[in-house]
């Protein structure tokens, strides 16, 4: 016997319709899916266009994508640009007494081709160039010497204090390895290329990392009148941003703290328990400030 066509159409639209509804729950959840992670994009969107320009984000936190500033246009307020009428003006200038003077006479005559050596001088041109001198290490000999007394015993004369060993780097190499690191910010791998290439002094990178603490037990008795002016002062600034460790940006537990007044200033780079004091409390000569 044949199956019935009509039943057989029947089952196949039931089928159909259960399918068809299927595919209409599952096309809503996708929809819903999709308009929460349209949310999430723009939620996350949202997070990293902050900066310390557009919300309550500090400057520490910008890190290396920090949009730069907006130029201001010019307005014209009738100065002209460069030196100001009446303002004082800034040049190199000739100094009376050179180090070294070095005279170019001719020595022939450009019209008739004779010998200038003993012509008389008509005049002088001056022309001083203001150079820097061949920068080499200066080596200074300490000889401590042992002498033998009437009475018999023998006494050493002392080295002074620059003589620390058999062969070493005198104060002036020293504080200038300090002030390329503190001040000038120069890397200590860089800071020795320009010791060896600039005056022959081919010290470590350990050595010039070991100059920090050096150079800061000699400021204990400084470091203490700042404080004692910042705690005393009117009015002070007190600041704290991030710092780079290693190519990154540490805000905590590490952070540079700052005060400061009109006259001076104290900066202070804080890590581990110190970084995670707030305020300031974490702050140079801090905690009642």
């Not at 170019?104 to 003993?118: F, M």
């Not at 033998?148 to 004369?157: F, N, Q, S, V």
């Not at 002070?236 to 290693?246: K, L, P, S, W, Y």
């Amino acid at each position: 016997m044949l199956p019935d066509p009509a039943a057989e159409l029947e089952a196949t639209v039931a089928v159909q319709a259960v399918v068809i509804a299927e595919l209409r729950g599952a096309n809503a959840e996708q929809a819903r899916v999709i308009e929460a992670l349209r949310a999430r994009v723009a939620e996350l969107e949202r997070q990293l266009g902050r900066h310390s320009g557009n919300s309550s984000k500090p400057p520490s936190q910008d890190g290396l994508g920090k949009p730069p500033a907006p130029r201001q246009q010019r307005r014209g307020g009738g100065r002209r640009p460069g030196k100001q009428p009446g303002a004082p003006g800034a040049h190199l200038a000739q100094v009376p007494e050179p180090d070294q003077v070095v005279v170019h006479w001719p020595q022939r005559c450009q019209g008739c081709g004779g010998d200038l050596t003993l012509a008389p001088v008509t005049g002088v041109e001056a022309r001083q160039v203001f150079d820097l001198p061949e920068v080499r290490l200066w080596v200074c000999e300490h000889r401590a010497e042992r002498r033998r007394c009437a009475c018999g015993h023998i006494t050493a004369g002392e080295f002074p204090a620059a003589a620390r060993a058999a062969a070493c780097y005198g104060p002036g190499v020293r504080a200038l390895g300090a002030y390329l690191g503190v001040w000038q910010h120069v890397p200590v791998g860089r800071a020795g290329e320009l010791l060896d290439d600039g005056a022959g002094a081919g010290v470590s990178a350990g050595w010039l990392g070991g100059l920090l603490a050096e150079a800061a037990g000699g400021l204990e008795g400084f470091v203490e009148r700042v404080r004692g002016r910042l705690a005393g002062a009117e009015v002070a600034h007190f600041d704290e941003t991030g710092a780079r460790v290693a190519g990154r940006l540490h805000s905590r537990p590490f952070g540079v703290h700052r005060a400061a007044e009109p006259v001076c200033g104290a900066c202070q780079a804080r890590g581990g328990g110190d970084g995670r004091r707030r305020g300031a409390a974490g702050l140079p000569g801090g905690g009642g400030a």
